[in-house]
């Protein structure tokens, strides 16, 4: 099956901006999901899908059909941008300690809508990083095994352990809720 | 499948075997055939997460966040220089044509890139990032 962005992605490469808004009506949500969970803050996962297109844009017209899929690139690509803005988090955090227990990373604005959204939320804050990325990947963003293996860099052998690590630290910290 | 492979497949990817890895849901589909109730209580479980997880809703993207972004593509440099050739005199025709030959031509003012992001992008974008930064464990 062949890649079903390429031919979207050839004609932004050649200006068209019909076919620009079309990718990002496309990639929009897509990107928002990711980085929304990665990060935990709206606004940072706006930044980032903002981000994410301007490198979309300059790799348009560089991209060689039938080398990679571009879903799995731009998936890579987000989580580098993610991963940046977790490595300033930390940063600030260990320069500037904060005075009152941290509460989270930022207001809500739809992400956590209810009560068990919000624990659901601080508990895949709480992993560790690789772990959150395989869940995300595989649960939210729904790749197969072999795709989001190929985004992490990893052996699927090696996904399976982080989502079996990943799940068992969530069941652990949601286990009072109904549905965990 | 064993009983505890099953175990970990869920445990893994959850109470939907659909969403389990492609070459396993054939065997997956035999051990439920063989043990229907242990099975069901074993995806039972599982999507029990599954279902907390769905929970946590994607952010709402703010109004003119798509448009925004959409302003921010590359147009076609092409057509930009054909108005710069109309004015001179040019016949429309003309300055069309070369556009249409720009455009054909594909990488009109692309800068060089080297053979290896091209070659394998996927590649490129994870070794372009610092292995370090992982500060949590990894696999």
Redesign the interface.
């Known amino acids: 099956m062949g890649d079903p962005d390429e031919e979207l992605l050839s004609r932004v490469a050649g200006g068209d901006p019909a076919a620009s808004r079309a990718l990002v009506a496309r990639k929009l949500p897509r990107l928002m999901s990711l980085a929304g969970r990665m990060l935990g803050d709206p606004a940072e996962a706006e930044d980032v899908a903002q981000e994410a297109f301007l490198r979309i844009w300059k790799q348009a017209p560089k991209w060689r059909p039938g080398e990679a899929r571009f879903d799995t690139w731009l998936h890579r690509v987000a989580l580098n941008l993610c991963y940046d803005r977790l490595r300033r988090r930390r940063e600030l955090a260990f320069a500037e300690p904060p005075d009152r227990p941290d509460e989270g990373p930022g207001p809500d604005r739809g992400l956590e809508a209810s009560d068990t959204g919000r624990r659901v939320s601080a508990a895949l804050q709480a992993l560790p990083d690789r772990q959150r990325e395989a869940i995300v990947l595989c649960h939210y963003q729904e790749l197969g095994n072999i795709e989001a293996a190929a985004v992490m860099g990893v052996s699927v052998e090696a996904l399976e352990s982080l989502l079996g690590r990943g799940r068992r630290a969530l069941r652990a910290a949601l286990g009072d809720l109904k549905e965990a | 499948m064993t009983p505890e492979r099953f175990e970990?497949?869920a445990?893994?990817?959850?109470g939907d075997v659909s969403?389990w890895?492609?070459a396993e849901r054939e065997a997956a589909a035999k051990a439920m055939a063989a043990q229907p109730a242990w099975a069901e209580r074993v995806l039972a479980a599982?999507g029990?997460?599954?279902?907390?997880?769905a929970?946590?809703?994607?952010?709402?993207?703010?109004g003119d966040?798509?448009e925004?972004?959409?302003a921010?593509?590359?147009?076609?440099?092409?057509?930009a220089w054909a108005r710069w050739l109309l004015p001179v005199g040019m016949g429309a025709g003309l300055a069309a044509a070369c556009a249409a030959g720009v455009?054909a031509g594909?990488?009109f003012g692309?800068t060089v890139?080297t053979p290896a992001?091209?070659?394998?992008?996927?590649?490129a974008?994870?070794a372009?990032?610092d292995a370090g930064?992982?500060?949590?464990?990894?696999?």
């Open positions: 970990t497949l445990e893994a990817f959850g969403r890895p492609e599982a029990g997460l599954d279902a907390a997880l929970t946590f809703a994607p952010p709402r993207v703010s966040l798509a925004r972004i959409a921010t593509a590359p147009r076609a440099r092409a057509a455009v594909g990488r692309a890139t992001s091209e070659a394998d992008p996927v590649a974008a994870i372009d990032y930064v992982y500060l949590d464990e990894e696999a």
